[in-house]
């Protein structure tokens, strides 16, 4: 019974702790680093109200340490799919009719439940199992996730309160109804923010989720659905499973429940998705929502006008923080050829003061790139640059997997500026530069907007107004999310929403208003208070 307006005002973004020597925070992540390596644990699917656990145990390491073992995940089957799909539908009525404000309140109270007691363990499990540095972990696992669960929650309650208007004589209501089905929630490795984000935002509309994170996310995302428990989420309302990606495809796509999905990952993986969800729509019930956010080529332009700091610092951060390992990660930068031997000098003295290594050295800036799969397709680009006459690399380029995945920040010039890594995108703390006439400004976006397949993000170093103005206008479809003299990552929840289109997907703008209509089946009532009893109307009459 719905008894009031409830209230869910805008929230304010969760403030980021600094870490610094000597805070209460510091000393909480490391006791919990400490303690998480010494607990290996055994992280079960969560299914309905069952722990589902297997005998295929996969052991999960730091990508900083390969040789030490975190704990193990059980790898599911196809049966374990269908399983997820059941617990899902089981779960589905009575989750559709809790009241929005009990509903609601179970995210806000995983916000808060991240926000004090499991912030150390939420930070320290990304740190551990994807390979974040204190800092990024901080921004990621902990502001990040908990300003998308307290938005979304405002931002749902907003578009709950957008009606249609009523004239004389009738009343006309919206009814924002969940999706019929189930929804497949697919999340990437390098945001554990995203992790949570993905189920959460379907299942906070009323739908039920399985939910398949990366398997060198588990560590993190089993934090996640242990805290979603624990603030009262019903058994079945999210279901995560570890099963091979082409496994979930062929349960969850050939499903006639199937009512949409919602994916983060390579553009590869997310057009194999969409090819086989078309060729399935006469099974569905209804056309599935296909939501996905895909790869990035991110650029830095700067014009003559650049000061050189900021585009240095914009480098530095928008390249290698979290070893680019960011869909945002700044990986091609054109450098006006009145500033680029100072730029080239002060890029490469900055980044031979980061330091690599392991996360619990909190002195280190670069950790390692996440598996050995990943590390073996950087270190090809980087030989294939030392192959190649029109490239070279001016900082970086060693690779070691001795001890972990560690590839030193690098950065290439190239004299082609469609050469293969200006093009690609690598994933890894590779930046390519390319070095341009001064004077061939508005030639040189014309380039920025042609290179590459993706358009999710991008910055303009430029102190002249015309020049920016000019960037913005030529670069309108480039990019989703573009900046102003800043990097082009570090996105925040509610300031800067994010995603992109062409290659990088549908841009539906995560932790935004636009997003969650996609999780919602409107439904439109028209009640009449004194219906017609007569077909004929006033024309039709003679005098
Ligand atoms: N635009 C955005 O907001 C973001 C994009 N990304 C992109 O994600 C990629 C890096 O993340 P990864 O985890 O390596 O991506 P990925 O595409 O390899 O994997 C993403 C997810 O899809 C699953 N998967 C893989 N193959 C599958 C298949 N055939 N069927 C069903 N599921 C399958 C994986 O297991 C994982 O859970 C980069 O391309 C990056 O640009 C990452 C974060 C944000
Ligand atoms: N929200 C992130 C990007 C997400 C990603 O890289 O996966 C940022 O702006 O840095």
Same mark, same amino acid.
């Given at each position: 019974m719905k008894i009031g307006n409830f209230s869910y005002p805008l929230p304010a973004n969760e403030p980021v702790l600094s870490y610094a020597p000597g805070t209460k925070e510091r000393d909480d992540l490391k006791k919990a680093l400490k303690s998480l390596k010494g607990k290996k644990i055994d992280v079960p699917m969560y299914i309905g109200s069952e722990e589902i656990r297997t005998d295929d145990k996969i052991e999960i390491r730091p990508p900083h340490e390969k040789k030490f073992v975190l704990g193990t995940y059980n790898q599911g089957t196809a049966a374990d799919v269908k399983k997820a799909i059941?617990?899902?539908?089981?779960?589905?009525?009575?989750?559709?009719?809790?009241?929005?404000?009990?509903?609601?309140?179970?995210?806000?109270?995983?916000?808060?439940?991240?926000?004090?007691?499991?912030?150390?363990?939420?930070?320290?499990?990304?740190?551990?199992?994807?390979?974040?540095?204190?800092?990024?972990?901080?921004?990621?696992?902990?502001?990040?996730?908990?300003?998308?669960?307290?938005?979304?929650?405002h931002f749902l309650n907003e578009i709950y309160s957008q009606q249609p208007v009523s004239s004389a004589g009738i009343h006309n209501r919206m009814e924002y109804r969940p999706l019929e089905g189930f929804v497949l929630a697919v999340t990437p490795f390098n945001f554990t923010a995203i992790g949570g984000n993905l189920p959460t935002s379907a299942a906070m509309c009323g739908n039920v989720v399985v939910w398949k994170c990366a398997n060198t996310q588990v560590f993190s995302a089993q934090m996640f659905m242990r805290i979603l428990k624990e603030a009262g989420l019903p058994d079945g309302v999210v279901n995560l499973i570890f099963v091979d990606g082409p496994v979930l495809g062929d349960v969850c796509f050939n499903h006639p429940d199937f009512a949409g999905i919602h994916f983060t990952g390579s553009t590869g993986v997310f057009n194999t998705m969409w090819k086989h969800i078309g060729e399935n729509t006469k099974i569905y019930k209804s056309y599935p929502r296909i939501v996905g956010e895909t790869g990035g080529k991110d650029f830095v332009v700067a014009h003559k006008s650049a000061d050189v700091d900021v585009l240095v610092t914009a480098l530095c951060r928008g390249a290698f923080e979290y070893q680019g390992q960011k869909c945002s990660a700044a990986s091609r930068a054109y450098i006006p050829s009145n500033i680029a031997a100072e730029v080239?000098?002060?890029?490469?003295?900055?980044?031979?003061?980061?330091?690599?290594?392991?996360?619990?050295?909190?002195?280190?800036?670069?950790?390692?790139?996440?598996?050995?799969?990943?590390?073996?397709?950087?270190?090809?680009?980087?030989?294939?640059?030392?192959? *190649?006459?029109? =490239?070279?690399?001016?900082?970086?380029? +060693?690779?070691?997997? %001795?001890? $972990?995945? @560690?590839?030193?920040?690098?950065?290439?010039?190239?004299?082609?500026?469609?050469?293969?890594?200006?093009?690609?995108?690598?994933?890894?703390?590779?930046?390519?530069?390319?070095?341009?006439?001064?004077?061939?400004?508005?030639?040189?976006?014309?380039?920025?907007?042609?290179?590459?397949?993706?358009?999710?993000?991008?910055?303009?170093?430029?102190? *002249?107004?015309? =020049?920016?103005?000019?960037?913005?206008? +030529?670069?309108?479809? %480039?990019? $989703?999310? @573009?900046?102003?003299?800043?990097?082009?990552?570090?996105?925040v929840v509610g300031q800067q929403p994010f995603g992109g289109a062409r290659g990088s997907g549908t841009n539906d703008k995560a932790g935004s208003i636009i997003n969650l209509y996609r999780w919602l089946s409107a439904r439109t009532i028209k009640e009449t208070f004194i219906p017609a009893t007569d077909y004929r109307y006033a024309f039709l009459k003679e005098k």
């Open positions: 059941n617990a899902a539908l089981k779960a589905k009525e009575k989750w559709a009719a809790l009241s929005w404000g009990n509903r609601a309140n179970i995210f806000l109270k995983a916000a808060d439940l991240i926000a004090t007691k499991y912030r150390a363990e939420m930070c320290a499990t990304t740190m551990l199992g994807q390979s974040k540095n204190a800092f990024q972990a901080e921004i990621d696992a902990a502001c990040e996730l908990i300003d998308f669960l307290r938005f979304n929650v080239k000098k002060k890029l490469v003295a900055e980044i031979k003061t980061m330091k690599m290594g392991t996360v619990e050295d909190f002195s280190n800036f670069i950790n390692a790139v996440i598996d050995e799969k990943s590390f073996d397709k950087i270190e090809e680009y980087i030989k294939q640059v030392k192959r *190649d006459k029109e =490239a070279k690399i001016i900082v970086g380029g +060693k690779c070691d997997k %001795s001890n $972990g995945y @560690f590839i030193e920040p690098t950065v290439i010039e190239v004299t082609n500026p469609k050469y293969v890594t200006m093009c690609n995108e690598i994933f890894g703390p590779v930046l390519t530069i390319y070095i341009y006439d001064e004077n061939k400004f508005e030639e040189t976006l014309k380039l920025v907007d042609t290179t590459s397949p993706y358009a999710l993000t991008g910055s303009i170093i430029a102190q *002249d107004r015309n =020049a920016v103005e000019l960037a913005t206008q +030529k670069l309108k479809n %480039s990019a $989703g999310n @573009f900046y102003i003299n800043d990097k082009p990552t570090g996105a």
